[in-house]
C-alpha cells in the first residue's frame, strides 16, 4: 500500500469564527462519478452551532463547497446537525441522513449526573440538484429507542438500503442505560421503517460504539467493524467485527480482531481483500490502514500503512485509568479522527478523516491510497 496524494477538502487553518472545526467526516460516490464529502463545521467539536457542510469532487483530490447549513430547528428547538450522511436514490437523485441533537437545555453532548445523551433526531432530507438545495425535510420513526445517532455511511445491496445508528440512554425512566447497534432497512431507499439490532452485549458490558460498514459483493455479507469500549472495566478493548446477513437481516456475535484502537472503516476491495481504516489512540497517535486477505479474521499489522502521524502526541489514553464520565470529556481534546472511506477504482482508495495541531483548529483531509 502507497500514499499517492493527500490534502484538505477543507482548510480550516484559513478560516475563523464558526469554520475552524471540522469534525465527523464523511464520503458518497454517485454512480455519475461525482464524490462528495460530507462534515461538521463549528467553533468546537461540542458546541450548539454545528451543522453540515457537503463538497464535490470528480477525483477526489480538488474540493468545492456546494452546500451548507442544514435546517436545524424541529419541534422548536435549536439543535446541532453532527453527522450528514448521503446517499443515491433510485432514481439518481440524493437523499441525505441527519443527526441532530436538542442544544435547547445544554451544549454538552453527554451529561454524566443522568448517564444520557442530549436528545436526538434522525432526519432524512432530499436533494434534486446534487447537493446544491435541501427539501422536504422529516423525522425518521427510531421507535423511542433513546440517543439515535448515525454510525456510518448508508449501504445498498442486492435487495434494499441500510442504514446505521445507535442508541444510548434508559429503556424506561429509572433504568440504566443502554447501548445498542442498529440499522434502518428500506427496500426502495426512500421509506425506511424496519429496524434491526446489529449488535448489543447481552449484559451491557461491552458497548459497539460507532460501527462502520462495508458491502462485500463477492459473499452478499455487510462486514461491520466496532469501536469497542469495556464499561465495567472503563477501557478500550480490541476492535470487533461481525458479519451481516443482508436478506435475513441477522448479524454475527462480534468479535475482537487484535486492532487496537476506536472508530474502524471497512473498505471492501473488488477482489475480495479487505481494508480497515481505522483511529488509533495509543501512543503513537495516527490514522492508519491495515489490510487482510481473508475477510477481516487476520490482519497484515506488518504492511501497515500510517495515513497521518499526531504532530504532538498529546492525547490522553484511555486504558482504565479515568472513569467512564472523563472518558467523554477527553472525546472533546481530541484532535484527529472519524476515519471514512470509499473506492476509487479497483486499486485505489480515498480516505477522510479530520485532524488538526489541537482541538480548536481541525481540517476536513482526505488521502488517495493504491493498494
Not at 233 to 260: A, C, L, M
Amino acid at each position: 500500500m502507497r500514499i499517492e496524494k493527500q490534502g484538505f477538502i477543507f482548510e480550516a487553518e484559513k478560516q475563523s469564527g464558526t469554520k475552524r472545526v471540522c469534525t465527523f467526516t464523511g464520503f458518497f460516490k454517485h454512480s455519475n462519478g461525482k464524490i462528495f464529502s460530507s462534515f461538521r463545521l463549528g467553533t468546537r467539536k461540542d458546541s450548539t452551532d454545528g451543522n453540515g457542510v457537503v463538497c464535490q469532487s470528480i477525483t477526489g483530490a480538488d474540493w468545492t463547497i456546494v452546500f451548507s447549513g442544514f435546517k436545524n430547528q424541529f419541534d422548536g428547538h435549536p439543535g446541532d446537525i453532527k453527522i450528514t450522511e448521503l446517499f443515491e436514490r433510485p432514481d439518481g437523485n440524493i437523499s441525505a441522513f441527519l443527526s441532530w441533537f436538542d442544544c435547547s437545555k445544554s451544549e454538552k453532548l453527554y451529561d454524566a449526573s443522568s448517564d444520557t445523551i442530549q436528545p436526538s433526531k434522525l432526519i432524512l432530507v432530499d436533494s434534486f440538484d446534487m447537493g446544491n438545495t435541501w427539501t422536504d425535510y422529516r423525522i425518521v420513526d427510531t421507535r423511542n429507542f433513546p440517543g439515535p445517532a448515525l454510525t456510518g455511511p448508508v449501504l445498498k445491496t442486492r435487495n434494499g438500503y441500510f442504514a446505521f445508528f445507535e442508541s444510548y440512554g434508559p429503556e424506561k425512566p429509572g433504568l440504566p442505560s443502554l447501548h445498542t447497534a442498529h440499522a434502518l432497512y428500506s427496500p426502495d431507499g426512500i421509506n425506511f421503517t424496519k429496524i434491526i439490532t446489529v449488535a448489543k452485549h447481552p449484559e451491557n458490558e461491552l458497548y459497539y460504539w460507532d460501527q462502520r460498514n462495508t458491502y462485500d459483493t463477492a459473499t452478499g455479507n455487510i462486514i461491520t467493524m466496532f469501536w469497542t469500549y469495556n464499561r465495567k472495566q472503563e477501557k478500550d478493548v480490541d476492535i470487533h467485527i461481525s458479519y451481516g446477513n443482508h436478506e435475513k437481516f441477522t448479524w454475527s456475535v462480534p468479535v475482537p480482531t487484535r486492532i487496537k484502537g476506536q472508530i474502524a472503516a471497512p473498505i471492501s476491495l473488488p477482489d475480495g481483500r479487505l481494508l480497515c481504516f481505522y483511529v488509533h489512540r495509543h501512543y503513537s497517535g495516527s490514522m492508519r490502514l491495515v489490510m487482510s486477505l481473508d475477510k477481516g479474521k487476520t490482519w497484515n499489522f506488518d504492511g501497515e500503512l500510517i495515513i497521518c502521524q499526531h504532530p504532538e502526541i498529546k492525547e490522553k489514553i484511555s486504558e482504565g485509568k479515568n472513569s467512564y464520565a472523563d472518558y467523554w470529556e477527553d472525546m472533546n481534546s481530541w484532535s484527529f479522527g472519524h476515519p471514512c472511506g470509499i473506492l476509487l477504482d479497483e486499486n485505489r482508495v480515498l480516505l477522510g478523516y479530520y485532524a488538526g495541531k489541537d482541538v480548536t483548529c481541525l481540517s476536513a483531509r482526505y488521502a488517495i491510497v493504491s493498494v
